[in-house]
């Protein structure tokens, strides 16, 4: 199966294929911690919404460049430090408008979508690093990983999506704590509060891609339904009852027009590997 070619490119990212179904997009911005400059931000948006178009496609994964290496010394990781303040400071003092994207930082922190994606962090996630994770799906963490809504400190604040999707994650007063005095968390006590999956000592975009791989080895069908109806209740801002008809008059009906609920059913009376066509949905 060949890979599907990404119409959208930008300088600063990277976009590759570990397998046919899996999209993987690296922010490589190293030098500057992997910040993010307002043409990324549109540019990621659009990456997403065409990863949503394209069936062959099931499971997408966020990551950061590493920093070359340097004899003697190696410099600090980053899985995104949040946006570029030296350009804001400058649109700031021009009047400039913002053109960041409707979906938010990284094109994920206020985006619905319809496939996963799963942020794979080694390093800093602070500003509208840490709110691309807190709506990405799963989040995979390197041990060495902190995470922290530190814009209070500089004026600002958390405006792509995060803060209340946080407080839906964690609880008001974690939410609050976090918010309003910049600390900073490492990997296991973001595990802990229910912000990360899983903690990992190796390679985090490997461990990204075998959870990427189960996600992918499931009904395609299934997995965006299902996805639907995990994000009605609360993340949408709609009451579980209205979430679950949502679904059960949407996605619910389309799915059963469909080819792999009957592989699904046929191959587990017949007692076989199952075998998936890429999703209509």
């Given at each position: 199966?060949?890979?599907?070619?990404?119409?959208?490119t930008?300088?600063?990212?990277?976009v590759t294929?570990?397998?046919?179904?899996?999209?993987?997009?690296?922010?490589?911005?190293?030098?500057?911690?992997?910040?993010?400059?307002t043409?990324?931000?549109?540019?990621?948006?659009?990456?997403?919404?065409?990863?949503?178009?394209?069936?062959?496609?099931?499971?997408?994964?966020?990551?950061?460049?590493?920093?070359?290496?340097?004899?003697?010394?190696?410099?600090?990781?980053?899985?995104c430090?949040?946006?570029d303040?030296k350009e804001?400071?400058n649109?700031?003092?021009?009047?400039?408008?913002?053109?960041?994207?409707t979906?938010?930082?990284?094109?994920?922190?206020?985006?619905?979508?319809?496939?996963?994606?799963?942020?794979?962090?080694?390093?800093?996630a602070?500003?509208?690093?840490m709110?691309?994770t807190?709506?990405c799906?799963?989040?995979?963490?390197?041990?060495?990983?902190?995470?922290?809504?530190?814009?209070?400190?500089?004026?600002?604040?958390a405006?792509?999506?995060g803060?209340?999707?946080?407080?839906?994650?964690?609880?008001?007063?974690?939410?609050?704590e976090?918010?309003?005095?910049?600390r900073?968390?490492?990997?296991?006590?973001?595990?802990?509060?229910?912000?990360?999956?899983?903690?990992?000592e190796?390679?985090v975009?490997?461990?990204?891609?075998?959870?990427?791989?189960?996600?992918?080895?499931?009904s395609?069908?299934?997995?965006?339904?299902?996805?639907?109806?995990?994000?009605?209740?609360?993340?949408?801002?709609?009451?579980?009852?209205?979430?679950t008809?949502?679904?059960?008059v949407?996605?619910?009906?389309?799915l059963q027009?469909?080819?792999?609920?009957?592989?699904g059913?046929?191959?587990f009376?017949?007692?076989?590997?199952?075998?998936?066509?890429?999703?209509?949905?």
């Amino acid at each position: 199966m060949a890979n599907p070619t990404c119409p959208i490119t930008h300088p600063d990212l990277l976009v590759t294929y570990p397998t046919p179904q899996i999209l993987l997009v690296t922010i490589n911005r190293p030098k500057q911690m992997n910040s993010v400059s307002t043409s990324m931000h549109a540019a990621l948006d659009q990456i997403w919404t065409w990863y949503d178009s394209i069936s062959s496609l099931r499971c997408g994964i966020i990551t950061g460049a590493a920093p070359p290496s340097r004899p003697g010394k190696q410099p600090r990781r980053a899985f995104c430090a949040g946006a570029d303040l030296k350009e804001w400071q400058n649109r700031n003092s021009s009047k400039k408008a913002n053109q960041d994207s409707t979906g938010g930082f990284c094109g994920l922190s206020n985006r619905r979508g319809k496939k996963p994606v799963i942020a794979a962090v080694h390093g800093i996630a602070f500003g509208g690093g840490m709110e691309t994770t807190i709506n990405c799906d799963v989040v995979v963490a390197h041990k060495e990983s902190v995470f922290s809504l530190p814009e209070a400190k500089r004026g600002v604040i958390a405006v792509a999506g995060g803060l209340p999707r946080l407080a839906l994650t964690v609880g008001l007063q974690r939410a609050t704590e976090l918010a309003l005095t910049g600390r900073i968390l490492d990997a296991e006590t973001a595990r802990e509060w229910g912000l990360v999956n899983e903690v990992v000592e190796g390679d985090v975009v490997e461990a990204a891609i075998r959870w990427a791989g189960l996600v992918a080895g499931l009904s395609p069908d299934a997995v965006i339904a299902t996805r639907e109806g995990l994000r009605g209740t609360g993340w949408y801002g709609k009451m579980s009852e209205d979430s679950t008809k949502d679904v059960e008059v949407g996605v619910w009906q389309k799915l059963q027009e469909g080819e792999n609920i009957k592989e699904g059913l046929k191959a587990f009376v017949e007692k076989r590997d199952v075998r998936w066509v890429d999703s209509k949905l």
